[in-house]
């Protein structure tokens, strides 16, 4: 079984022998046993907290480097693509997956991509044969086009023969085959169109997983984003409680924009932000080149607007101060900030500022259906990007309970344990008679920050407590015995 750490031993071993220390000599500073250090280097010990901080500063370098975020998400993706059904029957070992992550990068992301660009193409063709079988469009064209053959070809041979017609009705039927040729060109025009524009709007995998790529790689916080967010709360004379009345006055002074009847804090934040902070949010797109398409740069600006309102309504400094004061208790910080839970959430995902940082959360929402709509992983909680996670994490349950507050200390089969914190939340909905729009947010943080927070309160955080057993989802999990279990694992331990 690959553990979270068999990428972050070789780098711990690594970049001692670049700076040519021995086991003993690294294994003294950090106040270790060289045995320890040995078992870590080999990534036979879960590591994290204050030892992985003395680690990173005995080496020079930044917990990030030393974690190795990007290759634990190359790492997850890898996983997807051993369990893809088509290479089922390829005899690929899991094990090797950190040595091509770490040794080969480019053809690890070379393999990802070529996977990725798999799954697109699979998901147009499938969208493309539903519209072939079910599109009204279609079916009449088709059928239309089927009768224009058919007068032409009629008339075309009444022409071809001749016999025994006279010049006005040989004149009248090479009319006929004139006019349906034409028709019959501006239907295939039509035709032509039509499938163009099918397949430029099926991009159903790359654009939400460019955008997903995207906000990793950030560590989903955007220090230029949040001084758009300061300047915009100076220029509304935001400077405490009282936020409707100023952005609403603000919105009608400055851009001339009325405030939706109703309109909630964050939505007037987020009017305004898209009102007036588009340069901010145009610098943050062209300065990624991962986001490829213009499906994924529309996408990528709705998140950063919404991060942009959600630093406007919920400041970093205030913010931060208020989330250790509550001990990250996400109901009472929505009190406090006039807010939503789902809101807060996603804000405590964002406090990432170097040396101020939060508690390291990763959030996944799903709707009613098990879709995951958003999702922000963590480097050793990679979230599924295609399908379900786990039935059995909290998010999940949530949904059962809509209102209450579900949490779980879980293990993942490679021993690594985190919290999960989930509520089902109410979204806007069309109305009667539509049913009714329910989501589930998740918090999840590992159990080493459980004293940190109140939803860790009461809770045996100890290593050798009972914990929900739990995986990443069916197919790649190797617990053999679960009774959750929906489907054989693709990948054997």
Not at 119 to 138: E, I, K, M, Y
Not at 143 to 150: K, Q
Not at 284 to 305: C, G, K, Q
């Amino acid at each position: 079984m690959v553990t979270a750490n068999s990428l972050v031993g070789p780098k711990i071993r690594d970049r001692r022998r670049a700076l040519r220390m021995t086991q003993a000599g690294l294994s003294a500073a950090l106040g270790i046993s060289p045995s320890y250090l040995n078992l870590i280097e080999a990534g036979k010990r879960n590591i994290g907290g204050a030892l992985l901080k003395r680690i990173a500063a005995a080496l020079g370098l930044s917990v990030d480097d030393l974690d190795g975020a990007a290759e634990r998400r190359l790492l997850a993706d890898l996983g997807e693509l051993a369990a893809d059904p088509l290479l089922a029957a390829l005899p690929m070992d899991v094990k090797a997956a950190p040595d091509l992550a770490g040794r080969y990068p480019g053809w690890a992301r070379a393999l990802i991509v070529l996977h990725h660009a798999w799954l697109d193409r699979g998901r147009t063709v499938n969208a493309l044969s539903d519209r072939l079988r079910h599109d009204p469009f279609l079916a009449d064209a088709v059928h239309d086009l089927l009768t224009r053959v058919a007068a032409i070809k009629s008339s075309a041979e009444i022409v071809e023969t001749g016999e025994g017609l006279a010049p006005a009705q040989l004149r009248r039927f090479a009319a006929i085959v004139g006019s349906e040729s034409r028709r019959l060109a501006d239907l295939a025009q039509a035709l032509a169109a039509y499938f163009d524009r099918a397949h430029t709007s099926e991009r159903s995998v790359t654009p939400v997983g460019e955008v997903d790529d995207y906000l990793a790689e950030h560590r989903h916080h955007f220090p230029a984003l949040e001084d758009a967010a300061d300047a915009l709360r100076a220029a509304a004379g935001i400077a405490g409680a009282g936020t409707e009345p100023l952005l609403a006055s603000y919105l009608e002074r400055a851009h001339a924009a009325a405030a939706p009847p109703g309109a909630t804090r964050f939505e007037m934040a987020l009017r305004a932000a898209e009102l007036a902070c588009g340069q901010a949010l145009a610098l943050e797109i062209d300065r990624a080149p991962r986001l490829t398409s213009d499906a994924a740069r529309r996408r990528a600006r709705r998140a950063l607007a919404a991060y942009v309102a959600a630093a406007v309504t919920m400041p970093y400094d205030a913010f931060l101060a208020a989330a250790r004061r509550l001990r990250f208790d996400a109901d009472a910080l929505a009190r406090e900030f006039g807010t939503s839970f789902g809101e807060v959430c996603h804000r405590l995902v964002t406090l990432r500022r170097p040396g101020a940082e939060g508690v390291p959360f990763a959030l996944m929402q799903v709707d009613a259906s098990g879709y995951t709509n958003r999702r922000a992983p963590l480097p050793r909680l990679p979230l599924p990007r295609h399908g379900s996670a786990c039935p059995m994490w909290a998010v999940y349950e949530a949904l059962q309970s809509p209102g209450a507050i579900q949490r779980q200390l879980v293990e993942f089969p490679d021993r690594e344990r985190f919290l999960f914190v989930a509520r089902a939340v109410a979204q806007p909905g069309p109305g009667f008679p539509l049913p009714r729009r329910a989501a589930s947010v998740m918090l999840a943080c590992d159990a080493h920050y459980g004293d940190q927070i109140a939803y860790g309160d009461g809770l045996n955080l100890a290593l050798a407590a009972p914990a929900v057993p739990v995986g990443a989802n069916c197919r790649v999990c190797t617990r053999s015995d679960c009774a959750y279990r929906q489907e054989d694992p693709v990948i054997d331990a």
